[in-house]
């Protein structure tokens, strides 16, 4: 008897890290925008000031609201690496905490962004600061429904069962995306509200 062997197709590669390399892609061109943004607003600044003109009136923008941003998105950044750690651990309930903790961070910094804005008083038809003022917020905002769309994706991948030990790489994914708009808050604030 002679054995017979088939010759079968052998199996699709699995590209493990593709969710998160499109990711990386994704968060250095929204950083690049942003920050190319950010670069005219510091330099129609610059200018103004070379002009002798004042870009914000005195006492306007508080750090206060601002500074809370900040902290809060510091807080964020460790909650939603409490994620990833908790779905590569098989730790679901810590994991679903961790995702929804990051969202109402999420929340939070839009809520007091929103605050900024108003307390501001700027209109968009006022002085080039005041315009320039509101792409830097409006831009940052978009970003930021990105994010929190983003996580809110995977949050319910992740209630779905479709995230564990040996598939993390979404949560891993959403955080990065979340890392890349905290990097753009942090370089802002310093830009927009520290140094006015």
Do not use: C
């Not at 969710?19 to 190319?36: D, E, K, N, Q, W």
Request: charged letters at 10%; hydrophobic letters at 55%.
């Amino acid at each position: 008897m002679t054995a017979t062997t088939t010759q079968l197709a052998a199996p699709a590669i699995r590209r493990p890290r593709t969710v998160l390399v499109g990711t990386m892609f994704a968060s250095g061109a929204a950083l690049m925008t942003y920050f190319g943004v950010l670069a005219v607003y510091v330099s129609e600044r610059a200018a103004a000031r070379d002009a002798g003109e004042e870009w914000f009136p005195e006492g306007v923008i508080e750090l206060g609201p601002s500074g809370w941003i900040f902290w809060t998105l510091v807080l964020a950044a460790f909650t939603v690496q409490w994620a990833v750690q908790a779905i590569r651990n098989d730790d679901r309930p810590n994991a679903y905490i961790a995702l929804a903790l990051t969202g109402m961070f999420g929340a939070a910094v839009f809520n007091q962004l929103w605050f900024i804005i108003n307390d501001t008083g700027f209109a968009l038809a006022g002085t080039q600061g005041q315009f320039l003022f509101f792409v830097m917020t409006g831009t940052y905002i978009v970003f930021l429904i990105g994010a929190v769309v983003f996580l809110a994706l995977t949050t319910m991948r992740a209630l779905f069962g479709q995230f564990g030990p040996s598939q993390d790489d979404g949560v891993a994914a959403a955080a990065m995306f979340w890392h890349a708009v905290s990097v753009m808050y942090w370089v802002t604030w310093i830009a927009i509200f520290v140094t006015k």
